[in-house]
């Protein structure tokens, strides 16, 4: 019941902004649900990018910090990623992740290819 998309081909320093749609969920579960954006690059393992807690805080891995982030908009039931400063190690597939008290899904994934 997640669906990404927003991922496309883009010049390295380049910008992508992914989104998460949750329609089929009820506005009071959104609110109290995490969404996690997740990046498997070929041949590795799914590695958290990003997180958005129900209480508005965010949390960014290293690797993207100050040119990733992550927001939610509430009343759309949607979870951005906006992408800047692009760099090839970026490309892969993007998957979101919900979890909280009702529900641990994970939506397909947007690929996302960024050349040099």
């Known amino acids: 019941q997640l669906q990404a998309s927003g991922g496309g081909l883009e010049q390295a320093g380049g910008s992508l902004r992914l989104s998460c749609t949750v329609p089929?969920?009820?506005?009071?579960?959104?609110?109290?649900?995490?969404f996690d954006w997740y990046h498997q690059a070929p041949g590795n393992q799914r590695e958290l990018v990003a997180s958005?807690?129900?209480?508005?805080?965010?949390h960014a891995g290293d690797s993207v910090k100050g040119r990733f982030t992550i927001s939610r908009d509430n009343a759309k039931k949607t979870v951005y990623l906006q992408m800047n400063s692009l760099k090839a190690e970026d490309s892969g597939v993007y998957f979101c992740?919900?979890?909280?008290?009702?529900?641990?899904?994970w939506g397909g994934g947007t690929q996302v290819t960024v050349s040099s």
């Open positions: 992740h919900a979890r909280g008290p009702y529900i641990d899904a």
């Open positions: 089929r969920m009820i506005l009071s579960t959104f609110w109290s649900t995490t």
């Open positions: 958005t807690n129900r209480d508005g805080s965010t």
